[in-house]
């Protein structure tokens, strides 16, 4: 199974493409779309759809999971943060990827066990899961192959094997 692990955000977004092969997670690729704070948003925003069709375009993924908001701390962020979402998911929906969505809590829970861990748990548990010794150093990226890992478990959870 070839998922796209997203964590989006307007300045940032994180991306990996994680693979299985023999039970046996694989980070194909992994990076981040990084927008110019001094564009408008439209741009910002037209520049994550076309990076985004792009990623799709070259590794061709099977399934993408992308984080869910259900709480932000900074008011100010939350509704770029939503813009970028919906550029995304619209997509990811025109490709006919079939989409999953997780929530912090979610991901911590099930990468870690736990669902405050802190970023560094994750990190370590991310690390020791995918048999990289150096992560991308973006959180945002970190968090994206979190998240890719996060479906590809609940997925094959689901489907017995």
């Known amino acids: ?6 964590d989006p955000g307007l300045a940032i ?10 039970d046996e997670f694989v980070l194909t690729a992994s990076g981040s779309i990084q927008t110019d704070k001094n564009k408008t948003d439209s741009k910002r925003l037209y520049e994550i759809e076309t990076d985004m069709l792009t990623i799709i375009e070259k590794y061709k993924p099977e399934a993408a999971s992308i984080e869910k ?4 701390k900074n008011q100010k962020t939350v509704i770029p943060v939503a813009e970028a979402r919906g550029v995304i998911l619209s997509v990811l929906e025109k490709n006919k990827i079939p989409i999953y969505e997780y929530t912090p809590i979610e991901v911590k829970q099930m990468i870690t066990g736990y669902g405050r861990a802190t970023k560094d748990e994750v990190a370590k548990i991310v690390a020791l899961s995918i048999k990289y010794n150096k992560l991308p150093k973006l959180d945002d990226t970190v968090d994206s192959i979190a998240i890719a890992l996060c479906c590809i478990r609940n997925v094959k959870g689901t489907d017995n094997g």
């Open 1 to 6: 199974m070839r998922v796209l692990g997203i």
């Open 13 to 22: 977004v994180g991306y990996s493409i994680l693979d299985t092969v023999k």
């Open 69 to 72: 908001l259900f709480y932000f």
